[in-house]
Protein backbone atom coordinates (compact mmCIF):
# COMPACT_ATOMS: atom_id res chain seq x y z
CA UNK A 1 0.00 0.00 0.00
CA UNK A 2 0.75 3.60 -0.61
CA UNK A 3 2.38 5.75 1.83
CA UNK A 4 -0.09 9.06 1.97
CA UNK A 5 1.60 12.61 3.61
CA UNK A 6 -0.20 14.26 6.66
CA UNK A 7 -1.64 16.55 4.57
CA UNK A 8 -3.22 13.90 2.00
CA UNK A 9 -4.77 12.31 5.45
CA UNK A 10 -6.06 16.14 6.60
CA UNK A 11 -7.99 16.25 2.81
CA UNK A 12 -10.20 13.18 3.74
CA UNK A 13 -12.66 14.89 5.93
CA UNK A 14 -13.96 12.07 8.29
CA UNK A 15 -17.09 13.18 10.37
CA UNK A 16 -19.40 11.82 13.20
CA UNK A 17 -23.12 11.93 12.48
CA UNK A 18 -26.34 10.87 13.74
CA UNK A 19 -28.72 8.06 11.78
CA UNK A 20 -32.40 10.67 11.37
CA UNK A 21 -33.84 8.36 8.84
CA UNK A 22 -33.29 4.71 7.45
CA UNK A 23 -34.79 2.88 4.39
CA UNK A 24 -34.89 -0.60 2.94
CA UNK A 25 -33.23 -0.06 -1.16
CA UNK A 26 -34.58 -2.64 -3.33
CA UNK A 27 -33.79 -0.91 -6.24
CA UNK A 28 -29.78 -1.55 -5.64
CA UNK A 29 -28.02 -4.22 -7.15
CA UNK A 30 -26.66 -5.59 -4.13
CA UNK A 31 -28.81 -5.46 -0.75
CA UNK A 32 -27.99 -1.98 1.04
CA UNK A 33 -29.87 0.37 3.10
CA UNK A 34 -30.97 4.16 2.51
CA UNK A 35 -29.70 6.12 5.62
CA UNK A 36 -30.26 9.95 6.44
CA UNK A 37 -27.70 11.21 8.46
CA UNK A 38 -27.66 14.64 10.81
CA UNK A 39 -23.77 16.40 10.79
CA UNK A 40 -25.03 18.80 12.84
CA UNK A 41 -25.53 22.72 12.00
CA UNK A 42 -22.17 23.42 9.95
CA UNK A 43 -22.77 20.20 7.19
CA UNK A 44 -26.42 19.75 7.72
CA UNK A 45 -28.07 16.59 6.93
CA UNK A 46 -26.58 13.84 4.15
CA UNK A 47 -27.96 10.67 2.51
CA UNK A 48 -26.38 7.60 1.75
CA UNK A 49 -26.38 4.19 0.29
CA UNK A 50 -24.69 1.61 2.18
CA UNK A 51 -24.28 -2.72 1.89
CA UNK A 52 -24.52 -3.48 5.39
CA UNK A 53 -28.03 -5.74 5.91
CA UNK A 54 -26.12 -8.75 7.36
CA UNK A 55 -26.20 -7.36 10.28
CA UNK A 56 -28.40 -3.99 10.25
CA UNK A 57 -31.90 -3.87 9.37
CA UNK A 58 -33.38 0.25 9.02
CA UNK A 59 -35.43 0.33 12.22
CA UNK A 60 -32.46 -0.89 14.43
CA UNK A 61 -30.22 2.06 12.55
CA UNK A 62 -32.19 5.02 14.07
CA UNK A 63 -30.23 7.00 16.62
CA UNK A 64 -27.13 4.86 15.70
CA UNK A 65 -24.54 7.17 15.59
CA UNK A 66 -21.58 6.62 12.80
CA UNK A 67 -18.87 7.65 10.90
CA UNK A 68 -18.72 8.83 7.22
CA UNK A 69 -16.45 10.66 4.84
CA UNK A 70 -18.31 14.03 3.85
CA UNK A 71 -16.02 15.71 1.45
CA UNK A 72 -16.46 12.85 -1.51
CA UNK A 73 -18.79 14.40 -4.59
CA UNK A 74 -21.82 12.86 -4.82
CA UNK A 75 -22.20 9.73 -6.67
CA UNK A 76 -25.36 8.33 -8.51
CA UNK A 77 -26.29 5.26 -7.02
CA UNK A 78 -29.53 3.66 -9.23
CA UNK A 79 -32.18 6.19 -8.42
CA UNK A 80 -30.61 7.21 -5.68
CA UNK A 81 -27.67 10.29 -5.05
CA UNK A 82 -25.40 9.43 -2.25
CA UNK A 83 -23.50 12.48 -0.36
CA UNK A 84 -21.46 10.89 1.51
CA UNK A 85 -19.56 7.06 2.19
CA UNK A 86 -20.20 5.42 5.67
CA UNK A 87 -17.23 4.01 6.94
CA UNK A 88 -17.14 0.10 8.87
CA UNK A 89 -14.78 -2.91 8.70
CA UNK A 90 -15.13 -6.45 6.78
CA UNK A 91 -16.19 -9.12 9.71
CA UNK A 92 -14.65 -13.01 9.18
CA UNK A 93 -17.32 -13.45 6.30
CA UNK A 94 -16.87 -10.29 5.23
CA UNK A 95 -19.59 -8.60 5.86
CA UNK A 96 -19.79 -4.66 6.78
CA UNK A 97 -19.64 -3.46 10.54
CA UNK A 98 -19.88 0.21 10.75
CA UNK A 99 -17.30 2.45 12.61
CA UNK A 100 -18.40 4.42 15.28
CA UNK A 101 -17.14 6.44 18.09
CA UNK A 102 -17.08 4.62 21.56
CA UNK A 103 -18.44 7.62 23.98
CA UNK A 104 -20.77 10.32 23.08
CA UNK A 105 -19.11 13.04 20.53
CA UNK A 106 -21.53 15.93 18.83
CA UNK A 107 -22.54 15.91 15.22
CA UNK A 108 -19.90 16.91 12.93
CA UNK A 109 -17.42 16.10 15.18
CA UNK A 110 -14.18 15.53 12.85
CA UNK A 111 -11.77 12.67 13.07
CA UNK A 112 -8.44 13.59 13.98
Known amino acids: MA ?4 DDFLAV ?6 VIRAEPFPEARKPAIKL ?3 FGPE ?8 QITDHYDPDGLL ?3 VMAVVNFPPRQIGPFMSE ?6 ADAQGATVLLAPDHEVP ?6
Do not use: P, Q
Request: proline share 0%; no cysteine; hydrophobic share 40%.
Open 3 to 6: EITF
Open 13 to 18: DIRAGT
Open 36 to 38: WID
Open 43 to 50: IGERKTSA
Open 63 to 65: GRK
Open 84 to 89: VLVLGV
Open 107 to 112: NGGRMH
